[in-house]
């Protein structure tokens, strides 16, 4: 089942929202096996654009203004030199969750509970958010 996703980023620099679709490989899942197989996506969209070793690379204008909406132009080149640990990044992304750093939404309602059954054929949009402090510093 492929799903449209919201993923907000909200920052000083930049405050956007983007639409990926991510493809789930069933509809009903766990909020664990939800978070778990958008990392899991993630991790692959990024490991191959960094394995991407294109020599010349163009954008078209409406690839510019579409980036040009989203807060930033670029080729998409990453200039790290090691691609993303999976297990790492499920594991990071799942404490950020119980840890309250992340908020997942399905339509207007917040996930809190890791083991709450989701039916994706239900669901209208779904929402990753990356809350960040506002002032003061953790001691």
Request: net charge negative.
């Given at each position: 089942m492929e799903m449209k996703v919201n993923v907000k980023?909200?920052?000083?620099?930049?405050?956007?929202?983007?639409?990926?679709?991510?493809?789930?490989?069933r509809d009903n899942m766990s909020?664990?096996?939800?978070?778990?197989?958008?990392?899991?996506y993630c991790v692959s969209e990024y490991n191959s654009r960094m394995e991407n070793t294109?020599?010349?690379?163009?954008?078209l204008p409406a690839e510019i203004s579409d980036k040009?909406?989203?807060?930033?132009?670029?080729?998409g080149t990453i200039y790290g030199e090691k691609c993303a640990d999976l297990k790492k990044a499920q594991a990071d992304a799942l404490e950020a969750f119980s840890d309250g750093v992340v908020a997942v939404f399905?339509?207007?309602?917040?996930?809190?509970?890791?083991?709450?059954?989701?039916?994706?054929?239900?669901?209208?949009?779904?929402?990753?958010?990356?809350?960040?402090?506002?002032?003061?510093?953790?001691?």
């Open positions: 980023s909200v920052s000083g620099k930049r405050n956007r929202i983007t639409t990926v679709s991510v493809p789930y490989s909020v664990r096996e939800l978070i778990e197989e958008t990392v899991n294109e020599l010349l690379s163009a954008l040009a909406a989203q807060g930033k132009i670029s080729f399905t339509d207007e309602r917040r996930l809190e509970d890791e083991e709450e059954i989701l039916d994706l054929t239900n669901i209208k949009s779904l929402t990753f958010i990356k809350l960040v402090m506002l002032a003061g510093r953790m001691w």
